[in-house]
């Protein structure tokens, strides 16, 4: 279960007896290496207490919509986007009537409506609730609305009674939410991502940079290998380990981004530029540390290679996405730069919010038309941007 490994995975509980599996489903997930935030309806605390949920997913259970003290943590909002997945394990009858019906009358049922994460049911429910007209309607709408359906199993019930009702075995829901960021999508392909910022030095101890964080490359990548790609990282200095998988060839400069991508582009199918490459490079870089003397320093600046636009100059070239990271006139300049790039696809979004944001609000744009993403964090914004990719291969 490699690709539940950092994770963020909102487990809600509802009020069944099978609440008692949610221990060992989250032992299940904090093993994998995910990270678990645990949300509780009140019926659910008659099943299994939340000091045992906080004990095991290590973070504070979360109970009440109106808890003035989680709220200045983190707000609902907040834990909605937070989420790569939210798993409800497990899911009674009537939170799938609620659900079904889109209340908001508790944390759990408001979070999975705002939250633009996949989500998961594990229902578990006496086998005649299961089987009753309203249940299946109900699991009907649900599952037209892309949630995604896990058992229930059949067997002996809590009360007595044997038929499908029984919530899926911990090990096989932890299962089948792996498999969910595993989707063979991207299998035998060749995806190649440039991230973070370049350094253009001025002298042996001063360089010229920005802000980006590389939060959305490597996303991408960790995404990427999760759908069965091998996939290629070229990166700039960034504080972040190497995603699973993934291989990972650290640069410096924007020149040094230019040889390996064209070095790593030879058999790629996909180049995604990501990178916030230095647009200018001083022309020289001086050998000892430039010494304060007049009041003014003029240091002349070069351009930098367009690095993405090399690639898709290219006679033999990948399907070619690029990133713009516009200040105003997002749709407008994003299209400018798809055209004047040659690009097959670009993700255009606000340069003040997304830069060191875990969350990005971006616009897709290709020469069909455009489509806006909702606000989510980066992980779940690199599955929907890959989906796009993928569609755009095949
Ligand atoms: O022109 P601008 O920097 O806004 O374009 C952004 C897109 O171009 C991104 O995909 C970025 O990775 C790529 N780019 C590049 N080489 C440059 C500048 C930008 O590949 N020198």
């Known amino acids: 279960m490699l690709s539940l490994s950092n994770k963020r995975i909102l487990l809600g509980i509802t009020g069944g007896i099978a609440a ?25 605390t008659e099943f299994v207490t939340p000091l045992t949920m906080q004990a095991l997913s290590g973070n504070r259970v979360q109970l009440d919509l109106l808890d003035a003290e989680a709220e200045a943590g983190m707000g609902h909002i907040e834990l909605a986007r937070w989420a790569d997945l939210i798993l409800v394990a497990p899911t009674t009858a009537d939170a799938m009537a609620r659900l079904a019906n889109g209340h908001a009358n508790d944390l759990l049922t408001t979070l999975v409506l705002a939250a633009p994460a996949t989500v ?10 299961w089987a009753d007209q309203s249940t299946q309607a109900n699991l009907a709408t649900l599952q037209q609305r892309g949630f995604h359906i896990f058992g229930p199993a059949a067997g002996e019930q809590a009360c007595g009674d044997i038929g499908l009702g029984r919530m899926l075995e911990p090990l096989e829901i932890a299962k089948a939410c792996a498999a969910l960021f595993e989707t063979g999508k991207l299998a035998g392909k060749h995806v190649v991502i440039t991230g973070g910022p370049t350094r253009e030095a001025l002298d042996p101890v001063r360089f010229l940079t920005n802000h980006s964080s590389g939060k ?6 960790q995404e990427a290998y999760s759908a069965g790609a091998k996939v290629t990282l070229i990166s700039g200095p960034v504080n972040l380990p ?7 060839i650290d640069v410096t400069t ?7 991508s064209l070095q790593a582009v030879d058999d790629a ?11 200018y490079r001083p022309a020289t870089v001086e050998t000892t540390k430039i010494k304060k003397k007049s009041d003014q320093l003029e240091i002349l600046l070069i351009r930098n290679p367009d690095i993405i636009s090399e690639v898709s100059k290219l006679p033999k070239r990948p399907l070619v996405v690029g990133f713009a990271a516009e200040t105003e006139n997002i749709l407008e ?18 340069a003040v919010e997304t830069f060191n944001n875990d969350n990005i609000t971006v616009t897709a744009i290709s020469k069909q038309g455009s489509q ?13 941007m890959l989906s796009l990719i993928s569609d755009r291969l095949n």
Request: proline share 3%; net charge positive; glycine share 6%.
């Open 20 to 44: 008692y599996k949610c221990a060992e489903l989250t032992r299940l997930f904090t093993k994998a290496g995910a990270d678990v935030r645990v949300v509780m309806t009140k019926a659910s």
């Open 120 to 129: 998961a049911l594990a229902p578990a429910m006496n086998q005649g609730m």
């Open 216 to 221: 959305m490359a490597y996303a991408l990548a």
């Open 242 to 248: 190497k995603p699973d998988g993934v291989i990972r």
């Open 254 to 260: 924007a020149s040094e981004m230019l040889a390996a």
């Open 269 to 279: 199918d996909i180049f995604i530029g990501v990178a916030a490459v230095a647009d």
């Open 333 to 350: 300049n994003g299209t400018a730069k798809l055209e004047k790039k040659n690009l097959d696809l670009l993700f255009a979004n606000n």
């Open 372 to 384: 806006e993403f909702p606000t989510s964090n980066k992980n779940v914004a690199a599955r929907r």
